[in-house]
C-alpha cells in the first residue's frame, strides 16, 4: 500500500503564490507518475499538471496555469510539489495529490489520491 500527505494550500489575494507538496510513503513501491489535480463545487476532478517518472512521458500541464504554476517532484523524497504563482480566483479550489505506480511481489498497479488541501484566492 502506498500513502499521500499533502501540505500547503490556504488563502492568498489575487497575484499572490503558494506551494503545495505531497510525500508518497510505503514499501516495496514505484511510481509512474506523480501530479495535482483539482476540483470546485459540483465540478468534474480537472488536471492541473503532471509529472511521469524518466522514460514515461512529459510533463503537463493544464492550459489554465501553465506559465504560472510549476510542477516538480524528488524522486528521492517520492515528493511532488506544486508551486503557484499569479494566482487567480478562479484557482479557487480544492487540490488533490495523484500518484499512479505499482507495490509489491506482484506488482500490484496503484492510482492513489492524496486527502485534498483548499486553496482560496480572493481579495
Known amino acids: 500500500q502506498v500513502q499521500l500527505v499533502e501540505s500547503g494550500g490556504g488563502s492568498v489575494q489575487p497575484g499572490g503564490s503558494l506551494g503545495l507538496s505531497c510525500a508518497a510513503s510505503?514499501?516495496?513501491?514505484?511510481?509512474?507518475?506523480m501530479g495535482w489535480y483539482r476540483q470546485l463545487p459540483g465540478k468534474q476532478r480537472e488536471l492541473v499538471a503532471v509529472?511521469?517518472?524518466?522514460?514515461?512521458?512529459?510533463?503537463n500541464y493544464a492550459d489554465s496555469v501553465k506559465g504560472r504554476f510549476t510542477i516538480s517532484r524528488d524522486n528521492v523524497k517520492n515528493t511532488v510539489y506544486l508551486q503557484m504563482n499569479s494566482l487567480k480566483p478562479e484557482d479557487t479550489a480544492v487540490y488533490y495529490c495523484?500518484?499512479?505506480?505499482?507495490?509489491?511481489?506482484?506488482?500490484?498497479?496503484?492510482?492513489?489520491w492524496g486527502q485534498g488541501t483548499q486553496v482560496t484566492v480572493s481579495s
Open positions: 495523484n500518484a499512479a505506480g505499482d507495490y509489491g511481489f506482484g506488482r500490484t498497479r496503484f492510482n492513489y
Open positions: 510505503g514499501s516495496d513501491f514505484r511510481i509512474y507518475a
Open positions: 509529472v511521469p517518472s524518466l522514460g514515461l512521458g512529459t510533463t
